[in-house]
């Protein structure tokens, strides 16, 4: 690819010119680049800024250099429609090149081609691609190739999310609708077994609340080339992760944090030595199960155990769950018979911590 975009940087007018930059435009869209991803190599050929806009679409500017960010056109850009009020459009300071108009009309219909296939949000890619960016085998020519595909320069900062959920009509949209808009334009996605992993080079929030359905787990932020650390941090906290829910009857949506590999600590062993058979027959995760297994109540306990071990106090607690603190008084008393230890005590607060922690890990192998 590299080669085709210093061939381009030296065309001249005519006809062959033309089908070169043809088949570049071509060769992206069936590459399946994101926004970002065609914008940024338009410009490298352009040799000036070009981006995106208009009502419905993230607005994105392209540098020469390859590299996006949010933004519209300066004053004076040309432009030319897609479609719902949406533009591309290149800026060129002096004189206009031999082959402005051609370029913007090949940019506008590989645009297009992307928008089309997912609203403009982030692209489902070729599994085979992200998989071998992620994968500590593959050789490193293979995934420094995969990263050209997919857009990423093999320097950028780059953050694997591994995602939970997303199977539905929606697909990731939930999960991508919260992070920052400028991360989202720059993310790829990809469908990898029964979980999702979504490579982002922009800033993601301090905390991240998966929404209803999810449980996400969030690597470290890594360099390109070092994708594997960071799936493999991301899928040892997604081990950790809860499932947001709606119908806990506690509050409209009970919300589950993205566990992020950075918060794990000393937990990250046991994400890394422990299997969910080398956990059965932990006597306190048999007591938990039996508690989650009571009839119209159960979900409920362990929701409240959960807040529990996180909250300051009781009250706090009750304050999380939306419940009067004398409600999750009579709930931590039961609780407490059936384990046979006191939660009040840091002690027993840490063992039934551990407790969860260890049955998450169970219940969640990958």
Do not use: K
Not at 107 to 126: I, K, M, N, Q, T
Not at 134 to 159: D, H, K, W, Y
Not at 337 to 360: H, K
Request: glycine content about 12%.
């Amino acid at each position: 690819m590299r080669g085709l975009v210093l061939r381009l940087a030296g065309l001249s007018a005519g006809a062959e010119g033309a089908m070169r930059l043809i088949g570049f435009f071509d060769t992206l869209v069936e590459q399946r680049l994101g926004l970002d991803g065609v914008l940024g190599m338009a410009a490298r050929v352009a040799e000036c800024p070009v981006g995106l806009a208009g009502p419905g679409a993230t607005g994105l500017t392209a540098r020469p250099d390859g590299r996006t960010r949010p933004g519209g056109p300066p004053a004076g850009a040309a432009v030319r429609e897609l479609r719902d009020g949406q533009y591309a459009w290149l800026a060129r300071a002096g004189a206009p090149q031999p082959f402005d108009t051609l370029l913007l009309e090949r940019l506008a219909l590989a645009c297009d081609a992307v928008l089309s296939r997912r609203g403009g949000e982030a692209v489902p890619l070729d599994p085979a691609l992200l998989e071998t960016v992620i994968s500590s085998t593959a050789p490193l020519p293979e995934r420094a190739r995969a990263l050209r595909l997919l857009g990423f320069a093999p320097s950028v900062p780059l953050t694997l999310l591994a995602v939970d959920g997303g199977r539905g009509p929606q697909g990731l949209a939930p999960v991508l609708d919260r992070l920052a808009p400028a991360s989202v334009s720059r993310s790829r996605t990809a469908a990898l077994g029964s979980v999702h992993a979504v490579a982002v080079t922009g800033p993601l929030p301090e905390r991240l609340l998966a929404p209803a359905g999810f449980r996400i787990g969030v690597g470290p932020e890594v360099t390109a080339s070092e994708a594997p650390r960071s799936w493999e941090g991301a899928v040892r906290a997604l081990r950790f992760a809860g499932t947001s829910r709606s119908d806990v009857g506690l509050a409209p949506v009970v919300e589950e944090p993205a566990i992020y590999h950075s918060s794990l600590g000393a937990f990250e062993v046991l994400a890394r030595e422990l299997s969910g058979p080398a956990i059965a027959g932990i006597g306190d995760l048999a007591v938990l199960d039996a508690l989650a297994a009571e009839p119209g109540s159960g979900t409920e306990l362990l929701t409240t155990l959960e807040v529990l071990v996180q909250a300051d106090s009781l009250r706090a607690a009750a304050r999380t769950l939306h419940l009067h603190h004398n409600s999750v008084a009579v709930r931590v008393a039961r609780a407490e018979a059936a384990l046979g230890y006191g939660l009040g005590e840091t002690v027993g607060r840490f063992r039934l911590a551990l407790a969860l922690a260890l049955r998450r890990l169970r219940d969640n192998p990958a």
